[in-house]
């Protein structure tokens, strides 16, 4: 991992250390599940397993992920079944290289690179304001990828 500290420059340049992506709401029930699997997809058909580690939590999490949120995903071919929220510790915060925070956060961590995507939290929503949901945090995800480790070519 590279150190919290480090400058976008060294980041650029160590491209045999790890780049942690965390993402995190209230619940870790919804929007950062989601967030989660299209990076574990866009880390996978990139080929970056050992350069990308991906966190995933929430202040207060929920019992179970939404089953909403496992069933827009599974419409795209992402499965969450199995998966439990569980909590993000401000250490794990301070060590990431980039945390996204999906609309329910004001963090400030210093050396770290922080984004709060303003999103809907689709717990208690219809299937297709979900699916609305869903498809914005697929496009920032991809952006992210892009802008971290060059736009994808369709090829690993």
């Known amino acids: 991992m590279t150190h919290p500290t480090d400058t976008a420059a060294d980041t650029d340049e160590a491209t045999d250390e790890t780049t942690t992506l965390t993402f995190m709401c209230v619940r870790n029930a919804g929007r950062s599940q989601m ?19 991906i966190v995933t939590g929430g202040t207060a999490p929920a019992d179970s992920v939404h089953g909403v949120v ?4 599974a419409e795209v071919g992402l499965d969450v079944n199995g998966r439990t929220p569980r909590h993000v510790s ?67």
């Open 90 to 156: 401000e250490e794990t915060l301070a060590a990431s290289d980039f945390v996204a925070t999906m609309g329910c956060s004001t963090l400030d961590l210093d050396g770290v690179d922080t984004d709060d995507w303003d999103l809907d939290d689709p717990g208690e929503r219809p299937i297709e304001e979900v699916r609305e949901i869903r498809d914005e945090i697929e496009r920032r995800v991809v952006a992210l990828f892009d802008d971290r480790f060059g736009e994808y070519d369709g090829e690993r």
């Open 35 to 53: 967030a989660t699997a299209f990076a574990e997809r866009e880390r996978d058909r990139r080929g970056l397993g050992d350069r990308v580690e």
């Open 70 to 73: 496992a069933e827009a995903l």
